[in-house]
């Protein structure tokens, strides 16, 4: 699986749109950007995931740019519950895929009243 | 459905004592996954299953962890003699489908004094 480079903090002002930058220029064409959070002190929580489209729920939206090299995760209206680390994952997904989610160390969103 | 399910959700041991973690994934879940979360490694797959069977075990440390799933409703990890590093978050996290999206359970936080 691809690796992916995030900011490891970043802050937003609640009420805002949370923007969280991901680059993975070493995708491959195959592999899906997949987004986890993990609440202090709970497990990981599945956001979203895309290929090439943009994709969105009632969770967040995911924007892939063109060249699949980086994508950014966008949370509308930030909440204080939003404060979470964020992963970025990329991996194959359909029948090749090992089912291995690789975390790396995430962002560190704080978001402030 | 109650999501994933871990007990105990705290363990303290001493050195050298046997500790067995619990897992009971969502049913009709195939895969089975078990993580471990420390402060310098961050999240790391351990093993993970596919109906019940071992599929990659790359990542159990050594040879004092071991893992078993003798049905499709539950799954230990044990770890046998316990040491100060394996102090740590454990998680176990299931799915439908490879590529699809994994339900964490709690975890567990185990310390060996």
Known sequence: ?113 | DAGVIQSPRHEVTEMGQEVTLRCKPISGHDYLFWYRQTMMRGLELLIYFNNNVPIDDSGMPEDRFSAKMPNASFSTLKIQPSEPRDSAVYFCASSELPGGEQFFGPGTRLTVL
């Not at chain 1, 805002?16 to 070493?26: K, V």
């Not at chain 1, 980086?70 to 949370?75: D, Q």
């Not at chain 1, 992963?87 to 978001?111: D, E, H, M, P, W």
Request: glycine share 8%; net charge neutral; proline share 5%.
């Open chain 1, 1 to 113: 699986d691809a690796k992916t480079t995030q900011p490891p903090s970043m802050d937003c002002a609640e009420g805002r749109a949370a923007n969280l930058p991901c680059n993975h220029s070493t995708i491959s064409g195959n592999e899906y950007v997949y987004w986890y959070r993990q609440i202090h002190s709970q497990g990981p929580q599945y956001i979203i995931h895309g290929l090439k489209n943009n994709e969105t729920n009632e969770m967040a939206s995911l924007i892939i740019t063109e060249d699949r090299k980086s994508s950014t995760l966008i949370l509308p209206h930030a909440t204080l519950r939003d404060t979470a680390v964020y992963y970025c994952i990329v991996r194959v997904a359909g029948s090749s895929n090992t089912g291995k989610l690789i975390f790396g160390q995430g962002t560190t969103l704080q978001v402030k009243p």
